[in-house]
């Protein structure tokens, strides 16, 4: 018995005896089978192979991803918060050194994730920190390790503390998340995307796909909407998926311009 994990795409199942025949996530046309077709792993084999990078992105903020990079390659990001830290999106990986150090820098009060691909362990690290990882409610289908410690959310907003507000975009996933944190950037405001709204090579344009692997991009009315979930916080930062996916300065501007500009090329 164990929860087996999918490679390609760093998703952990429920507990079977043998390996699970399918990953629905990847199979979706959203994602892909590897080139070397359908494989799992453990987190006890990764344990012997990877460790966890946790680097300051910010004032209180802290980016955690893994070494060598597993499945998607996102960092997930610590928000670092009087009223409790918040884990943002996931990663495929946890050991005893990880849960140290993220107990070094406060421990986790709740965790929230912005969409399916990036569920990853979400029930270890809930588990580990005693805490609830909150999903939207629109992607339960996607949730593949259903466990008391996942609390899905309803509705547009949920405001997990003071300064700390989710927002379902959608586009990307039925229920893709955002996340408004309204310390961040020396108190401009940061909001935390993954690749819901999705940081691209020339900053500070962003994007917005319904499949980033297969291009397969979304409607001019779900772009629309997504700008529009935004559009009444204020912003200055956006952190992206992946190390280095930062719009440092003027990003909320970038999405409405991004948003436009992506509308005209549909028409
Ligand atoms: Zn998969
Ligand atoms: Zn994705």
């Known amino acids: 018995m164990d929860n087996y994990i999918c490679i390609t795409c760093g998703t952990q199942f429920a507990q079977t005896d043998e390996t699970p025949k399918h990953c629905p996530i990847c199979e979706d046309e959203r994602q892909y ?19 966890s ?20 390659g996102q960092r997930a990001l610590l928000i670092q918060s009087d009223q409790g830290n918040v884990l943002w999106d996931c990663i495929s990986f946890i050991d005893d050194q990880t849960i140290e150090k993220v107990n070094e820098l406060g421990g986790i009060a709740a965790i929230a994730i ?4 990036f569920y990853g362990l979400a029930v270890e690290w809930a588990k580990a920190f ?6 939207h409610e629109a992607d339960r289908q996607w949730l593949m ?7 899905f959310w309803k509705g ?11 927002i379902k975009a959608g586009g990307h996933f039925e229920g893709a998340t955002v996340c408004h944190w309204m310390l961040g ?27 980033y692997a ?54």
């Open 156 to 166: 547009n907003i949920l405001e997990l503390q003071e300064g700390v507000t989710l």
């Open 53 to 72: 990078r946790i680097e300051k992105q910010e004032n209180k903020l802290y980016g955690i991803g893994t070494q060598p990079s597993l499945g998607i």
């Open 214 to 267: 297969n291009l397969i991009p979304l409607s001019a009315s779900k772009v629309r909407s997504i700008a529009n979930a935004v559009e009444p916080y204020k912003f200055d930062r956006i952190y992206g998926a992946w190390w280095g996916s930062v719009i440092p300065s003027k990003a909320k501007v970038s999405v409405q311009n991004s948003a436009e500009r992506y509308i005209n090329a549909l028409r």
């Open 130 to 135: 005693g805490v609830k990882a909150y999903l």
């Open 185 to 211: 950037a020396n108190r401009l405001g940061a909001l935390l995307t993954g690749d819901v709204i999705q940081v691209v090579a020339d900053k500070p344009w962003v994007s917005f796909m319904y499949s």
């Open 114 to 117: 912005s969409h399916p691909h």
């Open 145 to 151: 390790r259903p466990d008391p410690n996942i609390e």
């Open 33 to 51: 089978i590897g080139n070397n077709g359908q494989q799992w792993t453990t987190l006890a084999e990764l344990k012997q192979s990877h460790h």
